[in-house]
């Protein structure tokens, strides 16, 4: 089985700076897909950035960047110019390839980021 | 923005009280999950649906009863709830085939008396 842990219950940041979010994982899969999802308070959980394992380029979307360490089994998502719209609780969650089963993800506890003016 | 909704988003029932939520994707797909979000735990996946059939089922109690009757629908059926089953139901939906991300809908905010 799978586990993802965020060992960063809560983090704050001020506008416009850069806040990193760590997430780490445990599987013994070689192929596998990585996700940061982020939960405003108004509860609707969108996709920010996906990462394939067999990738070793770290993937970008605009200001989120993540920081893929596939030996150290890492996985943190870097935002940089820091927004208020960007407080939110951030969830980093594990797939293994997929079956015919569908997609089938492994969730971390979380982490609430606070941005503050 | 969502192409996933979910209704009613709050629900307040008694212990003895049977109720039901709904989930509807308009985004074509053909894989639909059932996710538990309590404010203590991870989020904890319920059930998944793959071309309307039940492929995951992680040891949920029969409190809960999914029916998946096509692609687009997707309910959680409630009898005889317990408080601890207070807490926010997420409904998500994807393409089975691939590596696509789940589309989450707003959630059902359940509470338990």
């Known amino acids: 089985a799978q586990t993802v842990t965020q060992s960063q219950p809560e983090m704050s940041v001020q506008e416009a700076e850069t806040v990193t979010l760590s997430c780490t994982y445990d599987?013994?899969?070689?192929?596998?897909?990585l996700f940061w999802y982020k939960q405003p308070p108004s509860r609707q959980m969108i996709l920010v950035i996906r990462q394939e394992a067999y990738k070793q380029q770290n993937a970008t979307e605009n200001r989120f960047s993540v920081n893929f360490q596939k030996a150290a089994k890492s996985f943190s998502l870097k935002i940089s110019d820091s927004q208020l719209g960007d407080t939110a609780m951030y969830f980093c969650a594990f797939m293994k390839r997929w079956n015919n089963a569908g997609n089938m993800l492994t969730f971390g506890g979380g982490t609430r980021l606070m941005v503050k003016p | 923005e969502t192409g996933v909704t979910q209704t009613p988003r709050h629900l307040v029932m008694g212990m003895t009280n049977k109720k039901s939520l709904k989930c509807e994707q308009h985004?074509?797909?053909?894989?639909m999950y059932w996710y538990k979000q309590s404010a203590k735990k991870p989020l904890e996946l319920m059930f998944v649906y793959s071309l309307e059939e039940r492929v995951e089922n992680n040891s949920v109690p029969s409190r809960f009863s999914p029916e998946c009757p096509n692609s687009s629908h997707l309910f959680l059926h409630l009898h005889t709830l317990q408080p601890e089953d207070s807490a926010l139901y997420l409904c998500?939906?994807?393409?089975?085939?691939?590596?696509?991300?789940?589309?989450f809908g707003p959630g059902t905010r359940l509470t338990v008396t």
């Open positions: 599987t013994s899969e070689n192929n596998y897909y």
């Open positions: 998500a939906s994807s393409q089975r085939e691939g590596a696509y991300e789940q589309y």
């Open positions: 985004l074509g797909h053909n894989a």
